[in-house]
Each structure stands twice: as structure tokens, then as C-alpha cells.
């Protein structure tokens, strides 16, 4: 399935508009983004209310790094690294009480805010309520080869492979021993801990990992929107993420990433027309959805199949 | 306390406001020996498993795993030590197969890195895995989700779970309760065979398993250790008959 998603962006990289390739890669990049808070909450069961935090944070630090020339190379570590240090000081403050996603669900939440309230305050650096504006997109320089990535068509494709690239990642880790410990981990804290596993750590690396993807997703979209805005830190965007993976079904990471696409997408497409009541119809539909299909679209798409799979047996 | 035991208490000691659950407990537990735990119901059985495996803190006195003091270790150190238990209700993950219960049981030393890197367990876990289901007699449905298994085998899975993880003391609370007569037999026979590699520890109510698998028999009442010695000494003690067995014929 990831391949043949891989085959179908890369065949619409060569026959699509510009135009329509940046917003493409908009909708990958916040499809990858609520895969990792699948990754968090549909397999460890780790509700984060501030993933957004790490979004934001990503899209600054490459935002002002790109406007003030710095090195693509050097950006991005930097920022997974203060990413994934804030990620560890929260998860170690958040996690401590053994069962309670609540405190860290909180925490989160309030430093997003913080955050928020910090990139409007802080004028000279993050250049207040209007943000980073005019963020170039980056040159990749090495051994002496540039690789430019200012056409809209050079940066789909590498949003598109960086994107499949961290999906790969979550499926496979979900799929591996530690995949396992997750799930046991949303289950039952208490079993796992008795097992000999040391949860605090396990909670501690999921976040770290989710921090780092979100950081990541932030940092491609900096350079398509070309501005980095206080609002990227905000809990509507954390919200939103939570609800794209609610959708789509947690635990499959391939539902909330076509949902968020495809809302994204459609964002874009219906917003101009229904502008004021965009926002009513995602909601409507949520409900409806939470009412009708609460394992998401990814459940509906499961017993469809399952249907299919069942009658041909029948048949045969 | 150096006296051969592989898992004692000192004076362990745990209440609950005005409840006490553990009035001073001084307990030892011999390699190799089957201990059974017998008590009316809310008498600090399963309490004191707890307080054993680091899942309740106590509030002073000892425990000592092989002559070590791991009374501050939290529980999941204990388990790395090799002081392993069970649930009386029990603890699966019902959403996955049988093998990978007991699979993740096996990996529970590994570090996160490690976990991280295997997608298909190798075949020599495999026959690990598959050694350890047949011991508690376990041969078929590896590949089933657990949850969807009868309560007399999810109880066996969790029984693999912990002896595939090779324990110096397995703790085992009610192992036979919701058991048939039939299965309460081949635990115990398990139980036999299970007790050349180490020492268990069981809260029963079975007279009838007690009888065949333990060693020595430990008595609890309202937190406090009244008795401990072998089933004929318990037979011919008219205060234990009494107030801890009432009408149980043993």
C-alpha cells in the first residue's frame, strides 16, 4: 500500500500544476503529522493535547534559520534536538505519575500555549503576531553540489519522499517488538511494569519520537507556506490533529493520514467558498462520524473487507 | 537475612489509614520449595504479593531476593531480579496472539533499541515460546488473539508469560481459581515439574491442590502471619482449624 501511495504522488509530481503540487505537499505533510500522533495515542495510548508544540517549534527554528542563511544541514538536527530535549523534560514531568495521561495531557497543553503567547510577545526574535514572513526555501549544499529547492516541483518530491520515508518508519516500528510494547503499554501500565519493562521510558521515547516527526512535518511546511505564525503552536492545531486521528481511525496510522490529506485538501479547496461555515461542516461531520463509525474510516474500510473476504469464501 | 532463602520479608509492615494489611511480617522462602498461602477472604494475600513485587510501597521492614535488600526497587528491577508473579484475574493483552504474549514477556530484558529492531522473532525464540506453552500445556492456538481464549487458558498464557522469563521465585495468586477439577489437576502437576527450576509461592483456596503441590503452608489473617508449616501440622492445629479453615475439610 505505502509503495503504491509512493508510485501515485510521485506519477502526480509529473503531471500536475505547481500550484497544485504545493498544496499537495501541505496535505502530506499534516497526513504525516497525525500519523505520529496515531503512532502516540492509537498505539501507546499517549494523548498528547500539545503535539502541536513541536509543529510550531519546528516551522520557527527553520523559519529563522532560513532567513538568516543558515546551513539546511545544520537546521534541521538543531531543531529535532531541542525538539526531542523538550519532548524528554515534558514526558519526564508528565509521565512520573504512574497512569495518569492526564497530568502530561495538561503539561503539553499549557506549554503549547505558553509557546504561543512566548512567539507573540517576542517581537525582535519571532517577529510577533505576523510571524517569520518571506521564508525561502532551502538550498542543500554538499561537497560542493547545490541542491535547490526553490521550485515548487523539486520541493513536492522531497516532501513526498521525507513524508513516505517517516511513514515507513512509524509502520515499522509499530510493527517490531517495540510496536508490541506499545500496545501493551495502552492496555495495561501495570503488567508491563511487572513484565520488567520500565514504562516511563517506553512513554518517554514515544513522545520523543512524535516530537521529532511533528518538528520534522514543521519544518517542511515552513518553506511551502513561506511563514512561520504563533498560531502554528496553537491548540486548534493540536485539536485538529487529535481529530484527524479520531477519523481515521486510531491504531492504523494509514487512516489518519489520508483523512488529514484529504480534510487538508479539502480545507483548502471548500474554505474559499464556505468560509464561515468550513469549520461547522468538519464538526458535523465529526460528530456524525463518532456516532456512526467510532473506529473511524479505517474500521469501516477493515469490515468492508472483511465483508468482501467473507462472501467470496461463501461463494467458493 | 542470610539463611539460604531466595525471597524473605523482615518485619514487613503495611497499612491503609487504620487498616492494617501487613502487621510485621517476617516470611522466607527455601530455592526449589513450593509455598502455598492460605487465609480467609481480605486477609492480606494478594496484598502481600504486592507488597513483594513493589507494585504497593511498604511502609517499613524489609525484602530480600537472594540476599539482597530490594525493598527499594521499583517493581519492574524486582522482575529483571527474577521475582516474577501472576494475577488472580488474569493479565493479557487480549489484542494480540498467544505468541506474541508471551513473546513480549520473553523480550521484557531487552532494551529499547533492541525492541526496536526485530520485526519476526527468530526460530530459535520460536521454539523457546513454544517450549514454554507446551509446558503449561499449551500446544494449540499460538496464532489466536488471546482475548478471545476461555479464562482457564488465558491463565495458562500468563503462566507461560512468566515462566519464559525464567524466575528464581514465580508468585503465582489463585492460579486454579475459575479452574475445573481437571485443570486444577494439571496445574498442579505443572506446578511438580515447574518446581526443579524455582521456587513458587501460591495463594490457594484449594485444599485439594495445596495438599498436592506444597512444601510448607503459610497462614494469613488480617495482615499477620498466625502460621507456617506443613499441611499435617496444620491439620492438627485446633486454632487454625477453628478460625482461619472454618468447615474446610483438609
Known sequence: MLIGLLILFLIVGFVAPEYLLDLLAT?????????????????????????????????????????????????????????????????????????????????????????????????????????ITNVPRPVFSFFGLDLDLSSPTLYYFYVIVVSMGIFFILWRLVNTDFGRALQALRH?????????????????????????????????????????????????????????????????????????????????????????????????????????????????GKKIFQYIKRTEVEQS | MNNGSVLSTVNLKKSFGGLVVAGGINFSVMPFEVRCIIGPNGAGKTTFFNLLTGLIPIDSGKVILENKDITKLSSSKRQNMGLIRTFQAPRIFPEMTVMENVLLSYRSQSSIFQLMKVLKPKSDVLDKINETLKKVGFSHFINIEAGSLSHGQKKRVEMAMAIVQQPKILLMDEPTAGMTARETHEIADMINILRKEMAIVTVEHDMEFVREVADKITVLYRGDLVHEGTLDELENDPFIQEIYLGSVDI
Open chain 1, 188 to 300: 495495561d501500565e501495570t503488567k508491563l511494569e511487572t513484565m520488567g519493562y520500565h514504562p516511563l521510558k517506553v512513554k518517554m521515547t514515544v513522545n520523543a519520537i512524535t516530537a521529532a516527526i511533528a518538528s520534522l512535518a514543521g519544518m517542511l511546511l515552513v518553506c511551502i507556506s513561506g511563514i512561520a505564525y504563533p498560531s502554528l503552536f496553537g491548540v486548534g492545531l493540536s485539536m485538529s490533529v487529535l481529530i484527524w486521528v479520531a477519523l481515521g481511525g486510531t491504531g492504523s496510522l494509514i487512516g489518519p493520514f489520508i483523512i488529514a490529506m484529504i480534510l487538508k485538501l479539502s480545507e483548502s479547496m471548500l474554505s474559499s467558498t464556505f468560509e464561515n461555515s468550513y469549520t461547522l461542516i468538519i464538526g458535523l461531520v465529526f460528530v456524525i462520524m463518532v456516532i456512526v463509525a467510532p473506529t473511524g474510516v479505517f474500521g469501516i
Open chain 1, 27 to 131: 496535505a502530506v505533510i499534516f497526513g504525516v503529522f497525525a500519523a505520529s500522533a496515531d503512532f502516540s495515542y492509537g498505539y501507546a495510548g499517549i494523548m498528547n493535547l500539545g503535539s502541536a508544540l513541536y509543529f510550531g517549534l519546528g516551522a520557527y527554528i527553520m523559519g529563522y534559520g532560513l532567513k538568516a542563511s543558515a546551513n539546511p544541514f545544520l537546521l534541521i538536527p538543531s531543531a529535532l534536538i531541542v525538539s526531542i530535549i523538550l519532548s524528554l523534560v515534558i514526558g519526564y514531568v508528565g509521565f512520573r505519575v504512574k497512569a495518569s495521561q492526564t497530568h502530561f495531557g495538561l503539561i503539553g497543553l499549557a506549554i503549547t500555549l505558553g509557546f504561543e503567547q512566548l512567539a507573540i510577545s517576542l517581537y525582535g526574535l519571532t517577529g510577533g503576531s505576523n510571524g
